[in-house]
């Protein structure tokens, strides 16, 4: 008998933390939207290893889409997942419904500043706004010492660690390096939605940010290279490149060099109707 739980309430979820607390037990969280891959499990994998129990959350969270049809196109596939799981360890897969996590007369948002600019921020409106809010949502509902987040999303990251900073949140965020497939695309719930062409052309996303972060850390002007990734990607077939940037690794703020310390290169782009986004490390060689 598998001893992987299905909860869907908020009541639920709390007497079963309650009764873990008092037993003196440590709680990790991975929060999640459902379509779970080997990257999440990876997540679950080190919770494992860093807490006692380990709750699952899967919420396709509506106030982090800026489109119905994104929002409708999202694959959801619970009962995969909940399958996925079970082998893992963990101990909850919280499911709750959208009044669960925001009931009727729910008016609050939460909005965080600086390194929710520009990147995803500008082309996503009130995108970061969303996550903010479910985050710190599940966060409180969950009660985790420690919540647990991939490195991919690295704006998303950022954000969640800016959010648990300023409002004074006891969870810890552990951040968690990207997994990649053979071809070093970045796992993601939206690489199934690629066709196997489009899934075969977009390796070259990894190849071309790799390439462009090692020829910036070499020495290379940034403009120029990052002008040449371009280039590669929409020759690549990417229909169109929303972001390429060089940016402070602390607080992703535009850089030119890496003088100022770690840098990031991040960048999104449309495979077909599918957007992907990556970032790299940029450091001097």
């Known amino acids: ?26 709680v990790g969280v991975v ?10 499990l990876s997540l679950v994998e080190r919770a494992r290893a860093e807490t006692d129990r380990v709750i699952v959350t899967l919420f396709v969270n509506p106030r982090q889409f800026n489109s119905a049809a994104d929002l409708a196109a999202y694959p959801r596939t619970e009962g995969e997942d909940f399958e996925r799981l079970v082998p893992a360890g ?22 965080v ?6 990147l995803c921020g500008a082309f996503r409106p009130g995108h970061f706004d969303g996550v903010a809010t479910v ?17 991919k999303d690295y704006q998303q990251l950022l954000t969640v660690q800016r ?13 968690c390096p990207t997994l990649r497939d053979s071809d070093g695309l970045a796992m993601s ?40 990734a371009r280039e590669a990607l929409l020759a690549a077939g990417f229909s169109r490149v929303e972001y390429l940037e060089l940016r402070n690794a602390a607080d992703l703020a535009p850089v030119e060099t890496l003088e100022g310390g770690p840098a990031r290169l991040l960048v999104a782009a449309f495979m077909g109707e599918v957007r992907l986004i990556d970032n790299v490390p940029v450091t001097m060689a």
């Open 163 to 175: 959010l648990v900073a300023d409002l004074d949140l006891p969870t810890r965020i552990v951040p």
């Open 135 to 151: 985050v710190a949502k599940l966060l409180l509902q969950s009660q985790a010492d420690r919540a647990y987040f991939g490195e």
């Open 90 to 111: 963990a101990h909850i897969l919280y499911v709750p419904d959208p009044e669960e996590v925001y009931p009727p007369g729910f008016a609050t948002t939460i909005s």
């Open 113 to 118: 500043g600086g390194v929710t600019q520009g």
């Open 31 to 40: 929060p999640t939207m459902g379509a779970l891959h080997e990257g999440h």
């Open 189 to 228: 719930s939206r690489n199934r939605r690629l066709s196997p062409q489009e899934r075969d052309l977009a390796g070259a996303l990894p190849r071309a940010l790799f390439d462009a972060a090692g020829r910036i850390g070499a020495g290379e002007a940034t403009s120029p290279v990052l002008a040449s």
């Open 1 to 26: 008998m598998s001893g992987l739980r299905l909860i869907r309430t908020r009541r639920d979820l709390r007497a079963e933390i309650g009764a873990w607390k008092a037993a003196g037990l440590t």
